[in-house]
């Protein structure tokens, strides 16, 4: 769109316009840029498509592309082609007339274009994310549907700004300086547009930003660019320059759902994006390819994946987030880098954050669990992590819980009056204004609005006024008056409704009744009324204009009501549900059940037939295809007894059995038929043409066509699953139309119910609709809804996406014809806003519709003049007497009975009331029959013993009782396995709890009291210990020291010196075990042949044994001799040698010895075994827990004892008073002495008996119980002593615990009673008889007393003893424990200094880690090298004794070459010459890899070359020399021996190159890796030092700890001037023995020192004298050496080696390569003749087939001449065939076949005897000619 000039601009800034209609002159230059816009905004299209393929944007085809733009002239004419830059004026505005969509209206239909005029909304989306703006103090801005209203908060009016595209609004975001703000749009390639405020005019519109809707936007700080983001499918990030309508920069922001896209506010070049699992962070990045958009994804690391709902870019580009638990992620670098929470690791919010704003400098967090919390910024900027847990705690500062049941989504912030006030967007359906000042001041939350919250269910409107109800899953009734556009009032409930329904006019003519349905099958009766119409009463405040009441509450269904219906008179009502049934109720003041159906699926409308029908019917929809058609039921018709179903109602059923795919088929069909008619047309067409140019229809050339293949028809398809119904309604009698969605969408069906309904069940039935109607664009969005205008003549459709149809109709009969056009417009949303609900008010003036998006819309039809006239509606005025009426009672319980359930549950309860009656009645006739029994037995018994009856007598048959044993002992298994789940769950419960609470504790508090003082003794509560504990070690163990450098150093020498050692005894050792592991392999490897020649074999290898012995003797003993000597110069120390136990001890004195360091001293060091570190210190601390923990548990332990002794010693004294009682008996009362108080044990002594009980508890605690529960229920019949005698006896009781102790502790005093009462019992006996006692009776009578006497006082003394020792053993424990209780105080001090040691220690370990880490590593590497320097150093050494050996073995060699020349030899001058010379000779060659090949032939040539030098060489010197040729004279053998040698030399040579030049590289090596090895020490000694600089840090951090060490007076030697001073912090704390041994050390160094002064003169006077006596040794080992010599000259003539001589033996090969040929002798001798006699026997065969070959061929010959002659027959028959037929035929028929057979017979031999000779030919193994033809050429047999 191209403007005309600046002048029309000027023009139209002079006249501003008002809102969005303005003046004439705007809106006609508003139409010709309109007009002018259509051409650049196809090429803006193709531009953004452009877009969408290339990534990288902004480029100059994009600008040259613009809208509208301003040319720029220059200022001097040019003869080059001028660049125009093109821009869009910024005066420049849209019209918006021709931006927003207009609704579809069917051409040529008459229907005017504003048939509907949106007139209110009345919802609100809430549940949408960041739908709420605020443009100013008194305006919010929110999206409605296909609307965005902009709600005046003063005047409560509304204001709308439809969609552009008619697909829906998707976000809507504002302007930073409040005069712009954004609206982005849904639908194919949607729109942003950018509207201008207040004025509302289009600014400017973003093309091509996304595919199908956008998601979010945001304006930067400067609001310069906005950057958008769109929903699935492309997700497309897009940062435009919005002024231009240019886009700068685009990219895929993510794969999946994208929540939000904001700029940051310190760094416009960066932003972030959040939504679905991630958030990414972007940068506009320069690259050699232009600005691009580089994203950063957030890695979560170990955090739990997380949608991000809201999150806050830091000024210094961290970015804080929320999470869905509730905590704060704080990201830097694209890693979390901490996690915040509340203290406690209480979440931040209960659920997720969804917004967070930082404001002033402050932190504000908006949850959904309705608060708003007030974070420091300062903490959270600075916030790093401090444990492994990756969490951080801090508090929030302030914070503002808004509500209950608030789940807040948004907030957005505005100034009033100078004071920032918040508006919060309330997912629950509200809208708040809310005060987060904090001051003293502070406004309470307000909430402005409130809503529906998500997903309206059902709406209904008024049959006699301008009133709606609307009701939804949000628990919620409101009642709505659409013509004043005002909510009225609102009710909540228990649960969610999902039907609702006004009752009509003949129920209740006031229109006050309503009816609705909820989620768990109540429906509720609503009374709706004016409280003004009230009686004034005081306290009473009736200001509302309308009230609702509960009238009646009931229960029809058990799942959700989704359908209720008055019937057209008014008398019934029915409901419907999901649980598949249809309820009616009989219509009066209250609602009385009738009954219920049962439906084959579950309902989704209910329709009664209209008055026009002749009969009353219910016509049921249901859900999978099905629909029902019964009558209205009579209250009367029905019996309700036993149950409301009813049973023989009439019922019609349709099952709906698709025809859209025929449907389809036959349009097809249709197409063909009439495209073929029209080629048949044209063709007829151009005959007739042709015809009348004067062509003959011969003549005619028709054109060529392509011949059409047509595609075969589908077949006809039926979908699995039935297509759902969604409305319908009657047509007719028996006749209804549906509206189906699925698959079968796009079609209204006409359809009937079938006349023959019995034949087939419901569910085989497939019936199909008599007609049809094809509904325009309805194959993807179906009709949902479907209401008709009073009259009938309008159709009000509801779709799927949120669209509004009206049909207008000729007259009320549905029909093709009767339906011209329609008009539609769409109003909710249409991704989730499809229509609930469609009515039209009771006169026709206004229209409602609801959604699922949370929007109720009203419109006016056709006039808008007439709704003014209408003010408001009127609400019903009250019932009489309503205000004395009680509410009704409401079912709040979801889980209350339905109304045929709680039939059910009476049937049941009666029966078994019933039931109970019987067996009430039958136990009273058992309890009778019981005591008439009693008194026969009592009958029995008073009879005469010989009268009396056995008790089995009474017994009339043992079945009966076996029979009622065995049914009891069922009935107790029965119970039991009923019982069973319970017990089991008791069980548990007791076991958790015992787990919880009693499991832990080991010991409780058990007190101990004295008898006969007040002293007590407590036991420590203890708390069971850790197993893990328990495995801790008492004692730490230090870690490894390692290896100082001066250690590693006398390793090394002692590795030298040893394999120096080694060197001299290694070659000869080597030899010998191998030459005698050789030799004795040989041997046990010979094998016996036993033959003639084995005694010769045994005899010469037994005198080879005997040699061999004895050499092996002679070696074994030279072997055992060097080891001796081996072994001794191996323990000769070295001349540096240190005893390791005096350099352990030295390293001990200079750790431990010299002056007593004090910890705080600055050149302190820690040794490495008193280091300590958190691993360690929690190991002090388990042991000293441990430790504290055994201790306590033992004094426990005495205690517990201690309380056994008590509960002895009570029950002993018991049986002392009973005994003390007895003996009392027995004497005067005069001389009765005081009992003492038996002692008892109190109930704090023995806590554990309250968790102890037995049956008695159980059965006391059972009664109780039974008699708490007949005290709260009244039981009109109490079976409770009929139930104990009709069992016969109750529980099986065994003996509790205190009836055992009782038992066993008065078993003496029952032996002692007894002879008392016998003793008393004797003076009775003789009472009567004996008047007065003699003397000797007085006297035993004395006796007797005077011992009860001393018995008494002794019992009464034991008494006393015993109370006392217990007393006694009391005290001594007490104080124990006291001193115990001393040392305990003590250890938890020890334990609190231990403990905050351990929190120091923590903090240090990580750094000390580090750098222990950095040691260790340094120790590894340092021994790693060590490591190979030795091998290194082992590889010399080798390499030295190879060299040698190879030396040795020279020397040997030159020493044989002398000795094999013998003395005076003349030839000994050139025999040295040619053992001497250099020769070149081929060098011996391994197959090795390219690179040792290469490096071999360099060496070869190096080497062969200087063998070429000394050849040349010697030639120079003597050029007759020859080597090859032996000399006259001179001995061959000695010439060849020396050649030998020669070539022995020569190798040795060689591999003593190799050896030299391999150990040369290794020492290179190893002085390379020396090096290496002292800078590692260097870095080595440095982390040393650094570590105990640590070290030293470390401790004087704990040197400031506070240590708490209780001392006595005698304890404290720190005077000052004879008095102790006030200030003790220069005093040190020494334990007594250190003093003392420091004390004692000094002395013990005086006598060590005088010691070693001592030592060292012996030991230097006894190093004198060993070297004297090393001295004399040597002397005599060189004289014996000189001795041993002579001899050898004298007996051999030279030294010989005596060694050699000792071990000589036989030489083992060649004796063994003699047996061996002596044994392969005897083999072969034995082998030839086995083959001599294969030979002849092979003979005799021979000649035996011979004979038999000869014998085959004479017969063969035979044959061969028998067939000759045949065969000359044969043809003599042929010639003379004329005169053979001339005579008998028959005969010659014969002997014709006689000779063919013949022939045959013939054959078969000559092949059998060919077989047989190839067979003869094959044999013994011989190839033999082929055979020969018998005959020769000439026919002569050869």
């Not at 929540?259 to 310190?266: C, D, G, I, R």
């Not at 419907?576 to 009989?586: E, H, L, Q, R």
């Not at 390499?1439 to 073995?1449: H, P, S, V």
């Not at 650094?1586 to 070290?1591: S, T, V």
């Amino acid at each position: 769109m191209e403007p005309k000039g600046e002048s029309e601009v000027k023009d139209q800034d002079e006249k501003p316009g008002q809102g969005a209609s303005g003046t004439e002159s705007q809106n006609e230059g508003a139409k010709k840029a309109g007009e002018e816009k259509s051409p650049s905004a196809e090429g803006e299209e193709k531009a953004a498509d452009e877009d969408e393929e290339d990534a990288s944007s902004g480029s100059d085809k994009e600008e040259e592309e613009e809208e509208h733009i301003e040319i720029i002239k220059p200022p001097e004419p040019v003869k080059k082609p001028v660049k125009v830059e093109k821009k869009i004026s910024e005066s420049f505005f849209y019209n918006y007339e021709d931006l927003f969509s207009f609704p579809d209206v069917t051409l040529d239909s008459g229907i005017p274009v504003d048939m509907l005029t949106l007139m209110h909304s009345f919802g609100y989306d809430c549940i949408k994310r960041a739908n709420l703006q605020v443009m100013d103090s008194s305006t919010l801005l929110y999206i409605a549907g296909n609307q965005v209203v902009l709600l005046d908060l003063k005047l409560k009016g509304q204001r709308y700004l439809r969609s552009s595209s008619g697909g829906g609004i998707g976000v809507i975001t504002v302007h930073p300086n409040k005069t712009y703000f954004a609206v982005g749009e849904k639908g194919w390639k949607p729109n942003m547009i950018i509207y201008e405020y207040p004025s509302l005019r289009p600014y400017r519109v973003l093309r091509g930003g996304t595919e199908a809707a956008y998601a979010f936007a945001d304006f930067n700080r400067s609001g310069t660019m906005i950057a958008t983001v769109g929903s699935s499918p492309d997700y497309m990030l897009t940062v435009w320059d919005w002024k231009q309508e240019k886009i700068i920069l685009r990219s895929k922001a993510f794969s999946q759902d994208v929540f939000k896209v904001t700029f940051s506010p310190e760094n416009e070049e960066q932003l972030t994006t959040s939504g679905s699992g991630h958030i990414k962070f972007w940068k506009m990045a320069l690259t050699f390819t232009g600005l691009k958009l580089q994203g950063a994804l957030g890695r979560f690391g170990k955090t739990a994946l997380t949608d991000i709902e809201g999150y806050v870019e830091l000024p210094d580009g961290k970015v804080l987030s929320g999470s869905e638990w509730g905590n704060m992620l704080l990201w830097e670098g694209g890693l979390i880098k901490v996690e915040l929470c509340r203290p406690g690791h209480k979440t931040c919010h209960h659920g997720p954050i969804n917004q967070l704003i930082l404001d002033e400098g402050e932190l504000v967090t908006v949850g959904s669990d309705g608060y708003i919390r007030v974070w420091d910024f300062e903490t959270i900027d600075t916030a790093d992590i401090v444990d492994d847990s990756g969490l951080l705690e801090m508090e929030h500062m302030n914070e503002l819980l808004v509500g209950k049941n608030v789940n807040l989504n948004c907030m957005v912030k505005i100034h009033e009056r100078g004071e920032p006030f918040w508006y919060a967007q309330d997912s629950n359906g509200a809208i708040w204004k809310l005060d987060l000042s904090f001051a003293n001041v502070t406004h309470d939350p307000e909430c402005l609005f409130t809503f529906h919250s998500g997903k309206i269910e059902a709406i209904a409107v008024s049959p006699v006024t301008y009133l709606m109800a609307t009701t939804a899953l949000d628990r919620s009734v409101r009642i709505f008056d659409f013509a004043d556009k005002m909510q009225l009032t609102e009710m909540k409930f228990k649960q969610g409704g999902t039907a609702l329904t006004w009752a009509p006019k003949v129920v209740n003519p006031k229109g006050g009744l309503i009816a609705v349905g909820f989620q768990d099958g109540v429906v509720r009766i609503i009374e709706l009324y004016n409280p003004k119409g009230l009686p004034v009463v005081a306290g009473r405040n009736n200001v509302g204009d309308a009230s609702m009441r509960l009238k009646q509450a009931f229960k029809p269904h058990t799942s959700t009501v989704t359908a209720m219906a008055y019937e057209r008179n008014g008398e019934v009502f029915a409901t419907g549900s999901k649980d598949k049934t249809v309820f009616f109720f009989a219509v009066d003041d209250q609602y009385d059940p009738i009954g219920f159906i049962a439906v084959p699926g579950p309902v989704q409308a209910l329709q009664w037939s209209p008055l026009s029908h002749p009969e009353s019917t219910l016509l049921v929809l249901c859900e999978n295809g099905f629909a029902v058609q019964v009558p209205a039921p009579e209250q009367a018709d029905y019996d309700a007894e036993k149950s409301y179903k009813i049973k023989d109602i009439p019922t019609q059923y349709f099952n709906f059995f698709s025809i859209k795919s025929r449907l389809k088929i036959e349009e097809e069909i249709k197409r063909r038929d009439k495209k073929k008619v029209n080629k048949e047309k044209a063709r007829q067409a151009f005959i007739q043409m042709e015809l009348e140019a004067g062509k003959e229809m011969e003549e005619i050339v028709f054109p060529e066509e392509e011949p059409e293949t047509e595609e075969p028809l589908p077949e006809i398809y039926i979908p699995e699953t039935p297509s759902p119904i969604l409305c319908g309604f009657y047509s007719k009698p028996g006749k209804f139309w549906l509206s189906l969605g699925g698959y079968d969408s796009g079609y209204l069906y006409h359809c009937a119910f079938s006349p023959v309904q019995h034949d087939k069940e419901p569910g085989n039935r497939q019936d199909e609709p008599f007609d049809f109607i094809l509904m325009e664009d309805t194959e993807e969005t179906p009709i949902r809804r479907i209401s008709f205008c009073s009259t009938g003549l309008l159709m009000f459709c509801g779709m799927e996406d949120g669209a509004v149809r009206i049909y207008p109709l000729h007259n009320k009969d549905l029909s093709l014809d009767n339906m011209v056009g329609y008009w539609s417009s769409s109003m909710h949303d249409n991704d989730y806003g499809q229509i609930q609900g469609i009515f039209s008010s009771f006169d026709d003036r206004f229209l409602v519709t609801c959604g699922a998006d949370g929007n109720i819309f009203t419109y006016n039809v056709l006039s808008a003049e007439e709704v003014q006239k209408v003010m408001k509606a009127k609400v019903p005025s009250p019932r009489r007497d309503l205000d004395k009426q009680k509410e009704a009672d409401d079912i709040e319980d979801p889980s209350a009975y339905s109304i045929e359930n709680a039939k059910q549950k009476m049937e049941h309860d009666m029966i078994i009331k019933a039931a109970e009656m019987k067996k009430y009645f039958k136990r009273q006739e058992l309890i009778l029959l019981r005591h008439e029994f009693q008194e026969l037995l009592q009958i029995n018994k008073d009879l005469p013993k010989h009268m009396q009856l056995d008790r089995a007598q009474f017994e009339m048959d043992r079945r009966i009782r076996a029979e009622m044993d065995r049914k009891t002992a069922h009935s107790i298994r029965l119970v039991m396995k009923e019982l069973a789940w319970e017990q089991e769950k008791h069980r548990i419960g007791i076991k958790k709890l015992q787990n919880r609470f009693r499991s832990n504790v080991e010991y409780d508090r058990i007190v101990v009291r004295a008898m006969g003082s007040s002293h007590q003794i407590f036991t420590y509560r203890l708390l069971a210990i850790s197993e893990n504990l328990y495995k801790v070690k008492k004692q730490t163990q230090v870690g490894k020291r390692r290896t100082s450098k001066y250690e590693w150093k006398g390793k090394e020498t002692d590795l030298r010196k040893d394999s120096q050692k080694d060197l001299k005894v290694a070659l000869s050792q080597s030899a010998a075990v191998v030459e005698e592991e050789a030799e004795t392999e040989k041997l046990r490897k010979r094998s016996h042949i036993h033959t003639v020649t084995s005694r010769i074999v045994e005899n010469r290898m037994e005198k080879l044994r005997k040699i061999i012995e004895k050499a092996d003797k002679a070696k074994a003993k030279i072997q055992q001799r060097k080891k001796e000597w081996n072994d001794l110069y191996k323990s000769k120390p070295s001349d540096d040698y240190e005893d390791p136990v005096d350099v352990q001890n030295i390293l001990e004195a200079q750790e431990n010895m010299g002056d007593f360091k004090l910890k705080t001293a600055t050149n302190y060091k820690i040794p490495e075994h008193m280091r300590m570190n958190a691993e360690k210190k929690t190991n002090q601390l388990a042991s000293l827990e441990v430790a504290i923990h055994e201790k306590k548990l033992s004094m426990n332990k005495w205690i517990i004892s201690l309380r056994d002794l008590k509960a002895a010693i009570i029950e002993e004294i018991q049986c002392l008073v009973q005994e003390l009682k007895t003996v009392q008996s027995s004497l005067h009362p005069s001389k009765h002495l005081p009992i003492p108080p038996v002692p008892q044990l109190h109930p704090d002594e023995t806590p554990e008996k309250r968790f102890q009980y037995d049956s008695e508890i159980l059965l006391k605690f059972k009664h109780e119980e039974e008699a708490k529960a007949k005290l709260k229920k009244s039981v009109a019949i109490s079976d409770s002593g009929g139930s104990t005698a009709g069992f016969g006896g109750g529980f099986l009781h065994t003996p509790s615990l205190k009836e055992i102790a009782m038992l066993t502790r008065c078993v003496s005093m029952k032996t002692m009673r007894a002879t008392s009462t016998t003793a008393a019992a004797i003076p009775k006996l003789f009472e009567i008889e004996q008047a007065e006692p003699t003397e000797m009776e007085l006297e035993i009578a004395k006796r007797e007393e005077i011992r009860n006497v001393y018995l008494q006082e002794r019992l009464i003394k034991r008494i006393h003893e015993l109370m006392i020792t217990f007393d006694a053993e009391l005290r001594l424990l007490r104080h124990q424990k006291l001193k115990l209780d001393i040392q305990m105080k003590t250890a938890d001090l020890r334990h609190v200094t231990w403990f905050e040691e351990l929190l120091l220690l923590k903090n240090f370990e990580k750094h000390e880690d580090t750098l222990q880490e950095r040691v260790n590593s340094l120790i590894s590497e340092e021994e790693e090298m060590q490591a190979k320097l030795n091998s290194y150093f082992q590889q010399i050494e080798d390499k030295k004794l190879e060299i040698a050996k190879l030396q040795e073995r020279e020397k040997i060699l030159y020493a044989t070459f002398q000795a094999s020349l013998g003395e005076n030899n003349k030839f000994a001058g050139f025999l040295t010459k040619v053992l001497k010379k250099k020769i070149k000779r081929a060098k011996k060659k391994e197959v090795e890899g390219e690179g040792d090949e290469e490096d071999e032939s360099d060496e070869e040539s190096d080497e062969e070359s200087s063998f070429e030098s000394d050849e040349e060489e010697s030639g120079s010197e003597d050029e007759v020399f020859d080597d090859t040729v032996c000399p006259k004279n001179c001995d061959e053998v000695l010439f060849e021996n020396t050649l030998q040698l020669r070539e022995k030399r020569l190798d040795i040579e060689e591999a003593l190159v190799e050896e030299k030049k391999t150990l040369e590289n290794v020492k290179k090596e190893y002085e390379a890796l020396a090096k290496k090895v002292k800078v590692v020490a260097t870095q080595l000694d440095a982390a040393d030092w650094e570590l105990e600089a640590y070290q030293r840090e470390k401790q004087q951090r704990l040197n400031e700890l506070h240590v708490v060490v209780p001392l006595k007076l005698h304890q404290v030697e720190y005077i000052v001037n004879g008095e102790i001073p006030a200030d003790l912090s220069q005093a040190l704390v020494f334990t007594n023995e250190s003093l003392v041994n420091l004390q004692q050390r000094i002395t013990t160094l005086q006598l060590e020192k005088i010691e070693q002064k001592e030592l060292y003169k012996q030991a230097r006077e006894q190093h004198k004298q060993l070297i004297r006596d090393r001295r004399e040794m040597m002397l005599r080992i060189e004289n014996l050496e000189e001795n041993c010599n002579q001899l050898m000259m004298m007996k051999f003539g030279r030294v010989v080696d005596l060694e050699a001589l000792q071990t000589l033996s036989v030489n083992t090969n060649l004796e063994e390569l003699k047996v061996k040929m002596m044994e392969k002798e005897q083999l072969y001798a034995t082998e030839l003749k086995k083959w001599d006699a294969n030979i002849c026997e092979l003979r005799q065969q021979l000649m035996m087939v011979t004979k038999e070959h000869t014998n085959k061929l004479l017969q063969l010959n035979t044959f061969c001449t028998e067939k000759m002659g045949l065969e000359t027959k044969l043809d003599a028959l042929q010639s003379n065939l004329g005169t053979e037929f001339q005579g008998p035929r028959k005969a010659d028929i014969e002997e014709q076949e006689k000779l063919l057979a013949l022939v045959q017979l013939q054959a078969q031999e000559a092949e059998v005897l060919k077989e047989e000779i190839t067979l003869l030919t094959r044999k013994d193994g011989r190839i033999f000619p082929p055979p020969q033809p018998l005959f020769g050429q000439d026919g002569i047999l050869d």
